[in-house]
């Protein structure tokens, strides 16, 4: 039984085209393989996340169609994951059309048959698919790590506010070094060794 699973969102092409997530590309690329290579190591699933939505807009959100704004669409280079991320043909990868990676998605199921006690979440942006996600998690009763070196947003002021409203209590913000003690300290019997607020 898997005791963790590293939930990866949103790290596409279109969303590194411009500043400030374009300069950070290099180092959020490094941190999330460095996770994603300690959960290889140790037999933990990794899930992939991207949004997409239709050439016509039919699915995307209300604002997009409005404004006829065009970003993830489907069959482009913009929607892939970003090629220098180390994903396996093995990983689930999961297309949402909404913030939550549950929102209508098979996420659910996929989590139902792996069965982790704690989800491991990174990727952009912070204060809208990550929040929502993380909130949704929380809501199934999840333990929640977010992988602070593998989150970011394009909008630093809204990734500070919900780094603090989220680790008020839904979630807790790790380094990679503590997520690697963690995946590394899991035995099939043993304590999941979680961190907890005092």
Not at 87 to 110: G, M, N, P, Q, W
Not at 125 to 132: L, M, Q, W
């Amino acid at each position: 039984m898997s005791r963790s699973a590293f939930l990866v969102i949103d790290m596409l092409n279109d969303f590194f085209l411009e500043e400030p997530l374009s300069s950070r590309r290099s180092g959020l690329v490094i941190a999330i393989n460095d996770v994603v290579r300690i959960f290889r190591e140790n037999g933990q699933p990794i899930i992939w996340v991207r949004q997409e939505f239709k050439p016509d807009l039919s699915d995307a959100f209300l604002a997009m169609r409005k404004e006829d704004t065009r970003i993830t669409i489907a069959g482009t280079e913009g929607a892939q994951i970003l090629p220098e991320l180390d994903v396996e043909r093995a990983d689930c990868v999961i297309v949402k059309h909404r913030y939550s990676a549950f929102f209508r998605t098979t996420l659910d199921d996929v989590l139902s048959t792996m069965k982790p006690d704690v989800l491991v979440v990174g990727g952009v942006n912070t204060h809208a698919c990550v929040r929502a996600t993380v909130i949704d998690a929380y809501q199934r009763d999840y333990e929640i790590a977010v992988a602070s070196e593998c989150t970011a947003s394009y909008d630093d002021e809204h990734h500070e506010i919900t780094r603090r409203y989220l680790e008020k209590r839904i979630a807790r913000f790790l380094s990679n070094a503590e997520i690697h003690e963690i995946v590394d300290a899991y035995t099939p019997d043993g304590p999941l060794g979680f961190p907890h607020a005092s």
